[in-house]
């Protein structure tokens, strides 16, 4: 009888924290251990601890009760091993490449969002084995239908809008609400909606904020006194002030009516994670450990018409997946009187 030697894997998150990362550390962890024997650790802080051999060994008791944490066991950082600012930066590449193979590692299994996954192909295209798990509240990886953690800032985000509500009416102000997205108005989008927003402000939609105020100054006349204003961070605003500032100062200084900021910022990003982002989380993580098994490297694990699939890193990086303006969505909100900013062009 031959000797099998069992594979061994290595885990990491990197770049913004977000809800469901040590759902899906389990989720991989577990499968691999239980269903495939394969032995597992786990690098500290991104690819910084692929970097320095900074790593953990997982057993599977060290993955029991982690599924409901926010944030991540291994820690995070935004630390880019192929970014060359200072000396020595370009031996990065190589110092990974040859830990990946001092550690005896099979396989590595990088949790993240755009830059990780772009960092993840280069590793790919280096030789390591590698595969993807996509996370971030923001909902902008392309390639998959929905990345986990983006339900639960939608909850978040969705409760403060609906808390707005009555502080609004009761002092009939106009409320700006600045959610997160750099690129994308995912959670702009669908927090507005589920909270029942009156103007919505995507990246991907140009506003212009005479329209915007004649939308609200409407419903005043319309015996709607208040409102409720729903931004994405990534509008177009000076970037001196938040964009939420800047839209309530030009609502109140067109309109002379009382406006109000909250900025969500990242109590969006802390926490437990919703049921769905749990689920999701460990069907990405169980799926990508299958996929070790299988051999199906290069690959980033996705989501598609509630199916998973994988496509491949190289499809992934430097795409974004934004808003479409004609997101049904909102298409739907405007049919329902929901602004987007872009209503009365004219106005210029
Ligand atoms: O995780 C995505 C995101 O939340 C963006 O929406 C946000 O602008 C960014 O991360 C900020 O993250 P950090 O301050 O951790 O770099």
């Known amino acids: 009888m031959g000797t099998h030697k069992s594979k061994r894997i290595g885990i990491l998150t990197a770049g913004g924290d977000c809800p469901g990362l040590n759902a899906a550390i389990r989720g991989v962890g577990k499968t691999a ?6 032995e597992v650790i786990g ?17 599977e008791s060290h993955l029991s009760g982690i599924l409901t944490l926010g944030g991540t066991i291994l820690g995070t950082s935004r630390v880019k091993p192929f970014k060359f600012v200072n000396e020595g930066d370009d031996e990065k590449p190589e110092l990974i490449k040859q830990n990946y193979h001092d ?19 280069r590793l790919a295209a280096e030789g390591i084995n590698v595969i ?45 609400i600045e959610v997160m997205g750099h690129h994308a108005g995912w959670i702009a989008l669908y927090a507005g909606m589920a909270g029942g927003g009156d103007i919505v402000l995507i990246p991907e939609v140009d506003y212009n904020i005479r329209s915007v105020c004649k939308k609200i100054e409407e419903r005043y006349e319309g ?23 800047h839209i309530g100062e030009a609502i109140s200084s067109y309109t002379g009516i009382e406006t109000r900021e909250t900025v969500l910022g990242y109590v969006q990003r802390g926490g437990s994670p919703t049921p769905m982002d749990r689920i999701l989380a460990t069907r990405y993580g169980a799926f ?11 690959t980033m694990v996705a989501i598609r018409n509630n199916y998973l699939e994988t496509v491949p890193l190289a499809d992934v990086g430097g795409k974004l997946s934004l808003v479409e303006p004609d997101n049904p ?20």
């Open 33 to 38: 251990i239980v269903d495939y024997g394969m």
């Open 43 to 59: 690098f500290r802080a991104g690819y910084a601890g692929l970097i320095e051999k900074d790593y953990v060994e997982l057993s």
């Open 103 to 121: 550690l005896n590692l099979d396989a590595l299994v990088c949790i993240g969002g755009n830059g990780t996954m772009k960092t993840a192909d």
């Open 132 to 176: 993807g798990i996509p996370k971030t509240i923001d909902n902008d990886v392309w390639g998959t239908d929905v990345t986990f953690g983006f339900d639960s800032a939608l909850q978040i985000a969705t409760e403060a809008i609906d808390r707005l509500h009555t502080t609004a009416n009761s002092h009939q102000r106009v409320m700006i």
């Open 223 to 245: 015996n709607k006194p208040y409102s409720i204003v729903v931004v994405a961070e990534g509008i177009n605003h000076p970037k001196k002030i938040s964009a939420a500032a």
């Open 288 to 298: 990508a450990a299958q996929c070790i098994a299988e051999g199906n490297f290069g």
């Open 329 to 348: 969505l909102i298409l739907k909100a405007r049919k329902m009187g929901v602004s987007f900013g872009d209503e009365y062009q004219e106005l210029g």
